[in-house]
Nanobody, 120 residues
């Protein structure tokens, strides 16, 4: 079965950096685009960054452009989110997402999320 397991969240001061990882299994990782979303308390889940398969094209939310970098290692079935110059408004639960086709239909798969707290 499809599994997405995030790690790397934690508490960081404003201006600091974190790298999130998402280990994927149960599907042909290199065949699918991967994304990171986040959800802050009281807010809707929003797309942060996405990367195509096998990894040539990326796109970012305007709020994180120039500060976050999404990348993938298809040999390790892992997608990363390098976050720099973190701001308090970046605090959220970050989720890894894969949209995978099964029997002709697309399904969204999510990890359990990893908490990012930005505070001094």
């Amino acid at each position: 079965q499809v599994q997405l397991v995030e790690s790397g969240g934690g508490l960081v001061q404003p201006g600091g950096s974190l790298r999130l990882s998402c280990a994927a299994s149960g599907f042909t990782f290199s065949s699918y685009a991967m994304s990171w979303y986040r959800q802050a308390p009281g807010k809707e889940r929003e797309l942060v960054a996405a990367i195509t398969n096998p990894g040539g094209v990326t796109n970012y939310a305007d709020s994180v452009k120039g500060r976050f970098t999404i990348s993938r290692d298809n040999a390790k079935n892992t997608v990363y989110l390098q976050m720099r110059s973190l701001k308090p408004e970046d605090a959220a639960v970050y989720y890894c997402n894969a949209k995978i086709v099964r029997l002709g239909s697309w399904f969204d798969y999510w990890g359990q999320g990893t908490q990012v707290t930005v505070s001094s």
